[in-house]
């Protein structure tokens, strides 16, 4: 009963934080907009006495907070599905291969055929070139997966796992690299604006590919909360429960691939969201258990994704900076609680 009510009291006071969170990231940046004039523009009443504030949120900060909230969850679920599906606390998009598996599958789409180039590297080819782009992605992110998986099955140390995701992701690196190599002069700019990261590169015609995407992938999540944890007391056991052990794998694998890739496609490579995010939400629940993990990484993504945007606009810094002094310290806690590399629950 009493972790019960502590589950209950973490997730509403995530609920107010991230309300908190989303309203400070429309009202930062490098126009202060009061709040009480942000609140009157998201229930209609329009900007008052300054309509560029409304202008300001409805085409710039709204749709940016919003992708911010989305890929922050998204990478976090991700993160979950990951340390639970290798039993590996370290587990990623980033450490198993997955992030660079949508990088290489983006490269190819857009830095190898001209035509294919989707707005999100700033042409004009509308929704077609941003479903070629997030195709491409999230085709990457689930060859990169399965290869790691594969291969895991082979092996019994989740270090040994890891190290394999590491070294694909490399591979995987390594390619692209030879394909930005080559590529125009114009779109290798792009790409490295891309690489930063960023949440302010979806406009609001791109929200409606990104959103039901996002969303597909989280409520695979959610439906799959009791397999998940039958696979934390390990694969024999689960089947031994009647769990379909490889249905459950391929499942999880679509899940992440899908919220990877579509993070990946549209906001860059985002790094260390995906492992920091479900270790907050451990440590304030105090427990493994995915009815509560799940909508708290949902609600904890958001909240670190928007926070992290709030700086990056602010100061005018690469994303990837702040989310990487955010997820660094906490990479170096799990280590230091996890020496033998074995994921407790």
Not at 116 to 124: E, H, L, P, V, Y
Request: proline share 4%.
């Amino acid at each position: 009963m009493a972790s019960h009510h502590r589950e209950s009291a973490v997730l509403a006071a995530l609920v107010v934080a991230l309300i908190v969170a989303f309203l400070l990231s429309l009202a930062l940046g490098s126009v202060w907009i009061p709040f009480e004039r942000v609140g009157a523009i998201l229930i209609g009443n329009g900007g008052g006495s300054n309509p560029e504030y409304s202008l300001i949120i409805q085409t710039v900060r709204l749709p940016r907070a919003l992708t911010a909230l989305l890929a922050g969850a998204a990478l976090g679920i991700a993160g979950l599905q990951m340390q639970t599906l290798f039993r590996n606390p370290l587990a990623d998009p980033f450490a198993l291969g997955i992030a660079s598996g949508a990088s290489l599958g983006v490269a190819l789409v857009v830095l190898t055929s001209g035509a294919a180039a989707a707005t999100i590297f700033g042409s004009n080819l509308g929704m077609a070139g941003d479903v070629w782009v997030t195709a491409g992605s999230i085709a990457g992110a689930a060859a990169a997966l399965s290869v790691v998986l594969a291969l895991s099955t082979r092996v019994e140390s989740p270090a040994t796992v890891l190290i394999v995701g590491l070294m694909f992701g490399y591979a995987a690196q390594a390619f692209t690299t030879v394909i930005v190599a080559g590529a125009e002069p114009a779109k290798l700019q792009d790409w490295v604006r891309w690489g930063f990261g960023s949440f302010g590169g979806v406009t609001r015609e791109q929200l409606p590919i990104f959103v039901p995407l996002i969303l597909a992938g989280l409520a695979i999540a959610a439906a799959t909360t009791k397999q998940l944890n039958a696979l934390l007391l390990g694969e024999s056991y689960a089947g031994s429960m009647g769990l379909n052990v490889r249905r459950i794998r391929f499942v999880t694998m679509a899940g992440a691939s899908i919220l990877g890739g579509v993070v990946t496609a549209f906001c860059g490579p985002v790094a260390f969201l995906g492992v920091a995010v479900p270790h907050m939400c451990r440590g304030l629940l105090g427990t493994s258990d995915h009815r509560a993990l799940v909508p708290a990484t949902v609600l904890m993504g958001g909240i670190v994704a928007l926070l992290a945007q709030v700086v990056s606009s602010s100061r005018s810094l690469p994303l990837n900076a702040i989310t990487s002094l955010i997820g660094a310290p906490f990479l170096v806690i799990v280590l230091m609680r996890n020496r033998r590399g074995v994921f407790t629950a």
